[in-house]
């Protein structure tokens, strides 16, 4: 039996209730690229992954796509639907092979009002999602497409090892994913990195994009939120 105190978002239960609790949810697996949960579904449960990745994908009245976000081992989405009772926001699709603990919305509400350390906890990464979507949201409002690009990359990006002041975006982005993050046509994309890379901002290489020049990157975003604001 996968016991919920496992999960960041249940620690602080008390072994009885984790004991409980834990009876109550099933684990299912899904293969890479399958759909977990579609657009206006209307179930109810909280999916917890204990491995794998997946990624969260709002598809417009156009038939674009734009990725929210996506999320791996220990993390959780579906908490929306849970606490409000209406139908799902966005479609969610496995990344690669994935195994998700579902919980029932009864189930999930009865911690809640069993345990208010975890809905504080809940609450602290509910802030947390809500700051990140309203930063996407005043980036999309104010800044062309190139300089949400530039902060995307910073976004993705982890310091690079043995290269102190240079970040790596690894595994190397693959341009149609990050048009699809910042809400912009694949060749804008392939034309802002291509530009990069002949001015030494960016290099390519086998593990990954390099953000080699972290200063003038950063120096251009600041440009882009200050002509954004006049």
């Known amino acids: 039996m996968v016991s919920l105190k496992s999960f960041s978002l249940f620690e602080t239960l008390t072994d009885e209730q984790d004991q409980r609790f834990s009876a109550m949810v099933r684990s299912g697996d899904y293969g890479a690229n399958e759909l977990v949960l579609d657009f206006d579904d209307s179930s109810h449960s909280v999916f917890l992954i204990q491995s794998g990745r997946v990624r969260v994908i709002l598809r417009i009245a156009t038939g674009r796509e734009v990725i929210l976000g996506e999320f791996a081992d220990g993390e959780f989405f579906g908490e929306l639907a849970a606490i409000d009772g209406t139908t799902r926001s966005a479609n969610v699709t496995a990344m690669t092979r994935t195994r998700v603990i579902t919980v029932p919305q009864s189930v999930f509400l009865a911690i809640l009002r069993d345990s208010p350390d975890v809905a504080l906890q809940l609450m602290r990464s509910m802030s947390i ?14 800044l062309p497409a190139k300089y949400r690009l530039y902060s995307e990359l910073i976004r993705l990006s982890r310091p690079r090892k043995g290269h102190d002041g240079q970040r790596i975006v690894s595994p190397p982005p693959i341009q149609l994913e990050l048009a699809e993050r910042i809400g912009c046509r694949r060749e804008v994309v392939s034309r802002e990195i291509a530009k990069m890379e002949r001015e030494n901002i960016v290099e390519r290489s086998r593990g990954g994009l390099i953000l080699a020049d972290m200063n003038e990157l950063n120096r251009r975003l600041s440009e882009g939120w200050n002509a954004g604001s006049d």
């Open 129 to 142: 999602l809500i700051r990140s979507l309203n930063t996407r949201l005043a980036e999309h409002a104010f």
